[in-house]
């Protein structure tokens, strides 16, 4: 294989019902970095039926190419219709690197790709960095839940490969003025070559008000806060500041709530403004999901507990009784 | 712990204690606040076998030896006594009734307990206790069937049994040869059970009056001979005697657990508990008593899978190890000091637990009778 | 129906510390289970096995000692168990790994179901079983709540980050199983004597002649590591504990309206 005919860092636009997903357009902004050092272009892949809006948002988060596949069989995900589509793509334009989404389906999608190539794929990266003598990417990921990290390299083979967790990386500035090439290739799958069917979706029903992934105030709780009736006084935490409700894996294991609020490494990543764990000791497992976090506040009354270690701004104390006078303080800040 | 586990011996012991510790602990508390164990409860352990651990595989049990069956109940019993004794109640039952009925009795019993049911052990009445002899209840025969009438005192599983064994007087004038032992559904005509007993300890243990009035059975419901039912009754108290010391090891294992995590956390005058000389005597002499009596309790559940009828190492092993599980648990309080005697800590019921140990199956004192009525032939 | 279950076993990497000298991670003493989505896995094979009849096998690639991860699966309930082993598989990443898989599963098979959990808690990938589907041509389904068949269609739940699909696809299928897909059964006592005296076969390289060995071990391996490191700790933020939890709150709402956080 000559590694020097792969050219271009490629991100996967992944939509769900015709709208992008926030992470392809996180993963632009990283895009564009890598592609700047390599001095090749940032390329965006949309597949799908409605593909517009899909299209105007790669552009704006910055893409230099937008490769479009558009078709009825690509209305739903099915990794029959969208592998087919991608290795299609990836032997016509041989791209260099390939980041996509780790969402459910991304990784399905990453596996199915690296394996039909024979090539290197690295999952959850948290960061991405160019080795510069060779042009290998550096993939840098959590493993053993968070206790250790490793650098991953595909130095023999293109294209090179990672999916990465949503949330770790934040969008770019978005910039309507530019335009990008928009090449429509026009491959399609046979209905009789799909043999999965999405026929039905239910909506997540715990999923009310702010999304955990999206909400730049987040209010989480631990095994600390004893049971799940105190977890209100989280929720009025979050109403006060606009944001929403996590907690930690014990919190879910006990089956306090449900997993779709749980932040860590088997949960979801998050990197709001403010981040403030309640009676959560700060396992790393914990910690891999709310590091990036622009501001951490801890509240346990165990002084020794590790959360204290990644928080800005830590109160050891009883969070029964700050937590109340803290709603109070915020409401007056903002006058409510 | 002192004894030569088999490596089967444990990876079952940690099956079960890991089964026990998130299945069952949990909701240990409330039960015993609320006096009460809800079927469900029941799930897991009918669900892994432990209703019929050492039951023979052709009535369908999992055949393993007594010694076994005790370490498994030793585990059951520190999460909660109470809990392993229904279960005890219902396997001890059941093997009397394989030990000295028919084949056709045996597989009956053991079909319905198979399900996932409980049994019961009905002897004992008010006027009936540490003197069984005494007991007045009575079946009479007629035609082929027998008519049954008795009033049966603190019966564990009375609500929750699907099958009794009911001892009753088939000729009142011969004293304890007069006694035998009949196999009755629990949905039989004329059972009534009284209400739940509400008990200092082993609240999750379902205990009840049971009153039968004219509650009519086959003659083939009758397990041996008529008059052996007796010797039927001692032979299941020998067997239900070393088990219910091997749940008091349980009690006292956990107890001890407790009080030496406690020492070891608490401080008082700048340094923890366990540093302290009287804490630590306090402590030795809890483990010398769970330990001395494990190893007694293994050592006849051995020469029971031996053959032997254990009838002195039985209350040998009874009187030694409750006595000991008295003032152990005792002393973890005492260790726990004030928090000790709130039921915000475990250690108070372990000690409301394991006192009716040195009462129920034959009362301590009886013990020293046999033990002593042993004695006495043993020397010529 | 015929049921294959990819087993691991992993150390319980939430007891795992990191000594904070040397900044490496602490091995010693933390014990090997099961990995817990496997725990999942197994117990949906069990359940399809008790609705539709066939056979659950259970294979785990991995050193002798992974055996005793085999074991839990026997006493689990599953009908046989392979260890896959051999030094030449050694150093493999998640292509030749897969690809490993891949070839005993053909070997064992054929299968109508291929299940796993959605991800080891040591490596935490996530992508070993999804590869197995593609080296073998299958399809593949991750997060899966549960499955039943509908006539020769297989039904499954699966989760999605915005909710719940409902997908229809073909056997042979791949499908991964996650913590909230089932509660996975405890052994019987009987399940568990029985497991400890099982035969578990051992797979060599030599018992896979139509192995393709330039896809196995570290050559294999598209990927392989350049470092690893355990994550920087810092320094401890600013404490804020005053007597009483008012002044505490005030102080620190004073702090993030300074900062302009709040």
Request: glycine content about 8%.
């Amino acid at each position: 294989m000559n590694l020097e005919q792969y050219k271009d860092v490629w991100v996967f636009i992944e939509c769900f019902q015709g709208q992008p997903k926030d992470v392809g357009l996180e993963l632009l902004g990283q895009g564009r970095k890598l592609a700047d050092s390599l001095e090749q272009k940032l390329c965006a892949v949309v597949i799908g039926k409605d593909v517009d809006t899909a299209i105007k948002a790669a552009n704006d988060f910055g893409a230099d190419k937008v490769y479009v596949v558009q078709g009825e069989e690509y209305k739903d995900y099915t990794s029959e219709a969208y592998g087919h589509a991608f290795l299609k793509l990836i032997h016509k334009y041989r791209p260099n690197t390939l980041l996509i989404g780790a969402t459910i389906k991304g990784r399905e999608l990453g596996s199915e790709i690296a394996v039909s190539l024979r090539t290197g794929l690295t999952a959850d990266c948290t960061a991405l960095s160019i080795e510069e003598e060779t042009g290998n990417v550096v993939w840098e990921r959590p493993a053993f839940g968070g206790n250790l990290y490793a650098q991953i390299l595909c130095s023999e083979t293109r294209p090179q490969m990672g999916t990465c967790r949503p949330g770790v990386f934040k969008k770019q500035e978005k910039n309507e003025k530019n335009q990008a090439e928009i090449i429509r290739e026009n491959i399609r799958v046979d209905a009789a070559y799909i043999i999965t069917k999405v026929v039905d979706f239910i909506k997540s029903s715990d999923v009310s008000g702010i999304k955990l992934e999206e909400a730049e105030y987040i209010v989480s709780g631990g095994r600390g806060m004893k049971n799940p009736e105190n977890f209100e006084m989280l929720k009025e935490l979050a109403d006060v500041l606009g944001g929403a409700v996590g907690c930690s894996r014990a919190v879910v294991d006990a089956g306090w709530m449900p997993q779709t609020m749980q932040v860590g490494q088997t949960g979801k990543t998050v990197s709001p403004k403010v981040y403030i764990a309640c009676g959560i000791s700060g396992a790393v497992q914990h910690v891999a999901g709310m590091s990036s976090s622009d501001t951490i506040i801890a509240i346990n009354k165990d002084a020794t507990a590790p959360i204290f270690e990644v928080a800005d701004y830590c109160i050891v104390g009883d969070l029964f009784q700050v937590l109340p006078e803290l709603i109070k303080e915020i409401r007056l800040a903002k006058n409510m | 712990m002192s004894l030569m586990y088999s490596n089967e011996q444990k990876e079952l012991i940690a099956l079960v204690k890991e089964m026990a510790e998130n299945e069952i602990k949990p909701f240990v508390q409330e039960c015993d606040e609320k006096g009460e164990c809800p079927r469900e409860l029941f799930k897991p352990a009918f669900d892994m076998g432990l209703h019929m651990l050492e039951i023979p595989a052709e009535y369908g049990g999992t055949g393993l030896s007594y010694e076994t069956t005790a370490m498994i109940f030793e585990e059951l019993a520190k999460v909660d006594a109470g809990y392993a004794i229904t279960l005890v109640t219902t396997f001890v039952a059941l093997r009397n009734v394989i030990l000295s009925g028919t084949p056709e009795q045996g597989k009956y019993f053991a079909d319905v307990i198979g399900k996932g049911n409980f049994a019961g052990f009905a002897l004992t009445e008010p006027n009936a206790g540490s003197d069984p002899a005494a007991m007045r209840g009575t079946a009479v025969k007629d035609g082929d069937d027998y008519i049954i009438n008795a009033s049966k005192t603190f019966i564990t599983n009375g609500a929750i049994a699907s099958l009794f064994v009911v001892f009753a007087k088939t000729k009142p004038e011969a004293g304890a040869k007069g006694i035998s032992a009949f196999i009755v559904d629990a949905d039989a005509p004329g059972i009534i059970v009284g209400n739940h007993e509400n008990k200092m300890g082993l609240r999750l243990s379902n205990t009840t009056d049971l009153t039968l009035e004219n509650v009519r059975v086959p003659a083939s419901s009758m397990v041996g001979p008529e008059g052996s039912g007796f010797k039927l009754a001692l032979n299941a108290l020998n067997l239900s005697r070393a088990f219910v010391a091997t749940l008091a090891v349980g009690i006292m294992q956990r107890a001890l657990d407790e009080a030496v995590k406690y020492a070891k956390e608490r401080k008082q005058f700048g340094e923890p508990l366990i540093k302290f000389q009287m804490v630590q005597q306090m402590l030795a002499d809890m483990a010398i008593k769970t330990e001395a009596s494990r190893v007694l309790v293994n050592n006849t559940m051995r020469l029971m899978d031996n053959g032997s009828l254990v009838r002195k190492e039985g209350s040998i092993t009874k009187a030694f190890v409750s006595d000991c599980a008295q003032e152990v648990t005792s002393n973890a309080v005492q260790i726990f000091g004030g928090y000790g005697y709130s039921k915000e800590y475990p250690v108070e019921k372990l000690m409301r637990d394991c006192k009716v140990f040195q009462i129920f199956e034959g009362a301590n004192q009886i013990q020293r009778m046999t033990i002593a009525g042993v004695l006495e032939k043993e020397y010529k | 129906m015929n049921i294959v279950v990819c087993v691991k076993q992993v150390p319980d990497t939430t007891e795992i510390k990191i000594d904070p000298v040397k900044n490496t991670l602490i091995r010693e003493g933390v014990p090997s289970i099961v990995n817990p989505f496997d725990k999942n896995a197994i117990e949906q094979a069990l359940q399809l096995k008790e609705l539709y009849g066939g056979t659950v096998t259970a294979i785990s690639m991995g050193p002798n000692q992974a055996k005793s991860s085999l074991r839990i699966a026997l006493s689990m309930g599953a009908d046989k168990a392979y260890l896959v082993t051999d030094r030449a598989f050694g150093g493999s990443d998640t292509y030749a790994t897969s690809y490993i898989l891949s070839k005993v599963i053909e070997k064992l098979g054929p299968f109508d179901v291929i299940l796993g959990g959605i991800q080891a808690i040591d490596g935490d990938t996530g992508q070993t079983c999804t590869s197995i589907a593609e080296h073998m041509g299958v399809n593949r389904l991750s997060y899966v709540l549960d499955m039943k068949m509908d006539g020769d269609k297989v039904v499954v739940r699966r989760m999605v980050e915005e909710g719940v699909e409902i997908v229809e696809s073909k056997l042979p299928i791949l499908v991964t199983l996650t913590k909230v897909s089932n509660k996975p059964r405890y052994a019987t006592i009987r399940g568990k004597i029985d497991s400890l005296k099982a035969e578990i076969e051992e797979i060599h390289l030599t018992d896979l002649p139509d192995m393709d060995t330039t896809k196995i071990g570290l050559k294999g391996s598209p990927t392989r590591v350049k470092a690893t490191f355990t994550p920087k700790r810092q320094a401890c933020g600013e404490i804020i504990e005053l007597i009483n939890p008012k002044d505490t709150a005030k102080a620190l709402v004073g702090k993030l309206l300074e900062a302009k956080i709040l």
